[in-house]
């Protein structure tokens, strides 16, 4: 069982910086490849970014160039840095940990197959 807790969520305004934080309670990065969702009311929940073990990432094109995701393996922790924050950007994030041992170069954001999900902290971005 891993448990996940996420940090860092808050109000910002557009253009603004903000980095989330997730801590796993116990190792993760060997057999996992982490990841970052986000859902507004009314909608499906959206796949922002993924990292795998081998430090390959995805990210939805909406995100691309303004957020970075990355882990601290020491740490058991993994981070969602977002700069040039828009009003669109508004959601619950969450972070989440998808099974997938071996070298994965194309992580997946896809919100299927995901084995533990933290609880989402609230990122309003007002315009």
Known sequence: ??????????????????????AASRDTYRMYCMGWF?????????GV??????????????????????????KNTLYL?????????TAMYYCAARFCPGVVVKPSILPAHIRYWGQGPQVPVSS
């Open 1 to 22: 069982q891993v448990q996940l807790v996420e940090s860092g969520g808050g109000s910002v305004q557009s253009g603004g910086s903000l980095r989330l934080s997730c």
């Open 38 to 46: 986000r859902r507004v009311p009314g909608k499906e929940r959206e």
């Open 81 to 89: 840095q977002m700069n040039s924050l828009k009003p669109e950007d």
């Open 49 to 74: 970014a993924s990292i795998s073990s081998v430090v390959r990432t995805t990210y939805v094109d909406s995100v691309k160039g303004r957020f970075t995701i990355s882990q601290d393996n020491a």
